[in-house]
C-alpha cells in the first residue's frame, strides 16, 4: 500500500473517530479543535495548519513529514506511522485471495532498487530531525525587544540553514496557534506583541521543538485592554477606577461601549516563590449593573505561570456549551464536556477559589464544583488577568501558598 492510500485510510479512521461529518465542510474552527484535541493525546503539536495540509484544504506539493505521521499514528492508538502501515497491509493481505505465479528475476531486481532509493531519500530527508539536540546546537535561536511596555516588536534571531524540513515555525507562546512560518535562509523575523504576558516562543521543525526562548512582557501595576482585533485599544490610568474595586471609570465605559469588545485587566510581575503546584487563590467578581450588551455574560480568570496557564471561564447557564477551560496540558471543552457548574449568574459579587495541589486544579464557588487533573510542571506565577465580555469587576484577590503570599487590598 503506497503512502497516499495509508494516508487516506488514517484520515478516514479520524474521521470515524471525531464524527464531525464529511471533511470537506470542516471550516478552520474545526482544524483548530482538532489540532487541539491531538495535542491533549499525544502531547505533540501538529498545528491547525499543518493539519489542513494533510486534508487537501491547503495546496502543498510535499508529503507530510515523519513526525507528522507518527503523531496522527499515535492518535489513532499505534506506536508509530510504522505500526499503523503494518497494520494496514496485514489486514489487506488477510483479505486477498492467494494467487501462485512466477516473476522474473530482473523486474523483481528494478522494483526493489526503487523501494530501496525512496527509503534511503526518505531517510536523507528526515534524518537531520533523528538529533534534535545537534541541529538546536547550531541554531542559535534568541529573541530581543525593540522597546518598553505595548505594543512591543520581538525580534527572533536564529540560523536554520542546515536544517531540512518540510516546515518551520516559531511558535510565539505557549498556544500552539500562535504560529508564524519561516525559511530557512531568514535570518530574522520579527512578531509585535500586543498584550502583556509571559511567552516560551518555540523554535519548531516538522513539529519537532528544537530551541526555546522567553519573552517576558511585564505591566506596571494594573492595566486594562479592550480586546479590539487586529490591535486592542489601551486604557490609560484615567479609564481605570482603582480605588474599592478594580473597574472602568466612566471614559473607560464609554471606550468599552464605544467598541462593544471585551474588556481585560493584566497584572504581570514575577512572583518566583509562587508555585504552580502549590497555590490557593482568591477573588470576588461580577458584572456592572448597568451592563446590558451582553447575551452570555462570561467572565474568565487567568493566572498565568511560567510554564503555561490556568484559565477558568465563567458564564451564564445557557451559555455553557460555548465555553472551554485550561488546566495546563488539559484542555477541556464544554462542546465535549458537561462543564455546567461553571454557569452561574454574575449580576451580583461571587467569590471564586481557585487552587492547585498534587497536579490537580480546583474550582469553588460558595462550594467546591470541580477538580481537574494535569500533568506538566506549571512553573511559577509570573500575571494574573481578568476579561470580561462587559462591565466587569473586581472586589479583591489573594493568592498565597505555603511559604509566601501575594495580597491586595482595596486599592488597586
Known sequence: MDLQSTLNNCKSRIEEKLNWGPHDQWQNQEFEELSQIIFNKTGVNLSHTTL???????????????STLDTLAKFLDYSSWSAFKRAQETNRSSKKPQWTFQRSKKPVS???????????????????????SELSANLNFEASYTSKGLPNTVVFSFDASKIEANQLVIQQNWNQR?????????ATATSV????????????????????????????????TINTEPVPIYLNSNDLARTEKLALSPSGAVKRDKANKPVSFHYYTAQKNISGNDFDFETRIRYANDNQSSAC????????????????????????????????????SGKENDLSVLGISLSEWQQINISSHNKVLTISIGH??????????????????????????????????????WQFDDNF
Open 52 to 66: 489542513k495540509r494533510v486534508w487537501g484544504k491547503v495546496k502543498y506539493d510535499n508529503q507530510p513529514s515523519i
Open 110 to 132: 528494478i522494483i526493489a532498487m526503487i523501494i530501496l532509493l525512496s527509503f534511503s531519500s526518505w531517510f536523507i530527508i528526515t534524518n537531520n530531525l533523528d538529533d534534535p
Open 178 to 186: 500562535r504560529r508564524i512560518e519561516v525559511d530557512r535562509n531568514q
Open 193 to 224: 506583541y500586543y498584550y502583556p504576558g509571559y511567552f516560551r516562543s518555540k523554535f519548531v521543525a516538522d513539529e519537532v521543538v528544537l530551541k526555546e526562548s522567553d519573552v517576558y512582557i511585564q505591566t506596571e501595576g494594573w492595566m486594562g
Open 297 to 332: 455574560k462570561y467572565a474568565k480568570v487567568v493566572l498565568h505561570f511560567s510554564e503555561g496557564a490556568f484559565l477558568v471561564p465563567l458564564v451564564i447557564p445557557g451559555c455553557v456549551g460555548e465555553i472551554s477551560l485550561m488546566a495546563m496540558d488539559n484542555f477541556v
Open 368 to 405: 467546591q464544583v470541580l477538580s481537574v487533573p494535569f500533568k506538566m510542571e506549571p512553573g511559577y506565577l509570573v500575571g494574573i488577568s481578568y476579561q470580561f465580555d462587559g462591565s466587569g469587576e473586581v472586589d479583591y484577590l489573594a493568592l498565597a501558598n505555603t511559604e509566601a503570599s
